[in-house]
């Protein structure tokens, strides 16, 4: 039974980092690894060492380890155009539609598309029996909350009573509303226009069973407390944003199964009572100046390590005691595969 692991958090909290070292971090464990991005911005390669990421799984190569990683970031227009290629009646038909305008413009500029698709996505990576684990590193949480509802909105848009309305005459007062506006719609866009639209809605009909039936299962998946884990992504820096909380709260009132806080970037708290070398070269008279500076230093790093601290802990009550796992902060940032497998040892566990 493939596991299902969602990473989710607001944005420049190093949350597709903190994605990719989970995926490392099971594929280290011994497990077969897929982790898919749907965040538009190209970093999943980056954090992976990898020079090109698509809308397939890439190998990752990891040196040592008994599992597998593979990696993909969401295509919205490659995605929707493999899911018509795959559940059309017939290769006319999807050669029909691919070629229809209306579904071009559908397919690359609809609001909601992406999550639409990020949904597809996720679901054929379930369903394909090829992994233990898919870890999931989602766009910011002001939009991550849409990739929850997309499945209502895709039984919505796909309803049976929605696409008769544009693909059968309606009787009575709702025929002749419909009439009307069909009549308005042809005088502003023009014949051919609404030519691509009723053909663009007729050939969808025949696939809307299809996406009402991934979009209920995927919506069970995503509340599944038994295979589906959230993690949220947040920075020692600002810890307690509120959307952070609010997020939470959104994962908790639909009984999702929330797993715990990931606080990136955590200043290590340095031992003041230590006594740290000053350079040999330095003049004896420059000592007690240099020393000075150097044991402000510390206590600087001590209180900005304490106040890190702080702050995490006021999460954790907010959050009525839910767990939280701190990674060190690494100068520079952590750009390769070796960097992930140390971020991986600061993760809960995951075997």
């Known amino acids: 039974m493939t596991e299902v692991v969602i990473c989710c958090g607001v944005g420049g909290t190093g ?5 990719a070292a989970m995926a490392v971090a099971f594929a280290t464990a011994g497990k077969r690894v897929v982790v898919l991005t749907i965040d538009p911005a190209r970093r999943l390669a980056d954090a992976l ?42 290769d006319a038909a999807a050669d029909r539609l691919l070629a ?21 996505k996720l679901h054929e990576l379930v369903e394909a029996d090829r992994w233990d684990v898919v870890v999931v590193d989602t766009p910011p949480a002001q939009h991550v909350v849409d990739f929850f509802r997309a499945p209502d909105r895709i039984r919505r848009v796909f309803d049976r009573s929605v ?40 050939l969808m ?18 509340a599944n407390t038994e295979r589906t884990s959230y993690y949220l ?31 990136n970037r955590v200043a290590m708290r340095p031992d003041p009572s230590r006594d740290h070398e ?22 600087e790093a001590v209180a900005r390590a304490d106040r890190q601290e702080q702050a995490v802990e006021r999460l ?9 796992w701190r990674i060190p902060e690494v100068p520079g940032g952590v750009g390769d595969l070796d960097g992930l497998r140390s971020m991986a040892a600061h993760l809960p566990p995951l075997a």
Do not use: C
């Open 233 to 263: 992504i947040t920075d020692a820096r600002a810890p307690e944003r509120n959307n952070l909380l609010d997020f939470l709260q959104e994962i908790r009132e639909r009984r999702m199964h929330f797993a715990g806080f990931v606080v």
């Open 205 to 222: 009909s025949e696939l809307s069973g299809g996406f009402r039936d991934r979009a209920r299962t995927i919506g069970e998946l995503l």
């Open 316 to 324: 954790i009550r907010a959050a009525g005691g839910a767990p939280a």
């Open 100 to 120: 229809n305008r209306y579904y071009r413009a559908v397919s690359t500029r609809l609001t909601g598309s992406h999550e639409y698709m990020a949904i597809e």
């Open 15 to 19: 949350k597709t980092t903190a994605s």
């Open 163 to 202: 696409l008769s309305a544009f693909t059968k005459e309606q009787p009575g007062l709702l025929g002749r509303a419909t009439s009307r506006v069909a009549t308005l719609l042809q005088r502003l866009a023009g014949e051919r226009v609404m030519r691509d639209i009723a053909e663009f809605f007729g």
């Open 278 to 299: 000053l350079p040999g070269h330095l003049p004896m008279e420059e000592w007690p100046r240099w020393r000075g500076a150097l044991t402000h230093l510390v206590s």
């Open 49 to 90: 060492s990898i020079r090109e990421i698509g809308n397939a799984p890439t190998r990752v190569e990891i040196p040592g380890v008994e599992g597998s990683l593979h990696a993909l970031m969401l295509d919205r227009k490659s995605t929707w155009d493999d899911i018509v290629r795959r559940f059309s009646p017939s």
